[in-house]
């Protein structure tokens, strides 16, 4: 990668919301900490495949 395009790079939106939206939908369903844990690390896989399977060779 270069300079623009690392300056430019807004992956890591992507991996945010995935945390979050994973924590929000367990925090809806139960509140133990463990399982909102869980949550956060299964929105992040969830974003990580995302972006790399889906949005992978989009040229904007």
């Known amino acids: 990668m270069d300079n623009n395009e690392n300056k430019n790079s807004f992956e ?3 991996y945010v919301l ?3 939206t994973g924590m929000l939908a367990v925090i809806s369903v139960t509140s133990s900490l463990g399982w ?3 949550g956060g690390i299964l929105g992040l896989i ?3 495949l ?3 399977n889906i949005v992978k060779g989009r040229h904007y």
């Open 12 to 14: 890591w939106v992507w």
């Open 46 to 48: 969830f974003a990580g």
């Open 18 to 20: 995935g945390l979050l």
């Open 36 to 38: 909102i844990l869980l």
């Open 50 to 52: 995302f972006l790399n």
